[in-house]
């Protein structure tokens, strides 16, 4: 069983999902621009990822550009970024038990196997 982290306006969101539906892989999709996740679910995400809140900040996004580009912040303090804009969060996010990995390119996913 997969979880996805996805924004459905996004085209390698659509891709990772549509690449597991096409190797038949039963999954859970998470609009988490709808269902923002907690500073805990991030931090869970975070460890499976093995990468620190920076990480998966998306640097081209006007908020980050506007308010964040440039500033020094301690990974409690990226959270709770992402947690207040989880627009800035990268996606797709793909979780297979205690792995996971960006899905960028949604190749990624098979690393996850």
Known sequence: MYTVYHN?????????????????????????????PKADELKLVLMKLNMKPEQIVRKGEQIFKQKLKGLKLSDDEWIKVLVEHPILIERPIVIKGNRAVIARPCSNIELLA
């Open 8 to 36: 459905p306006r996004c085209t390698k969101s659509r891709e990772a999902l549509a690449l597991l539906q096409e190797k038949g892989c039963q999954f859970e999709v998470i609009e988490y621009l709808k269902i923002t």
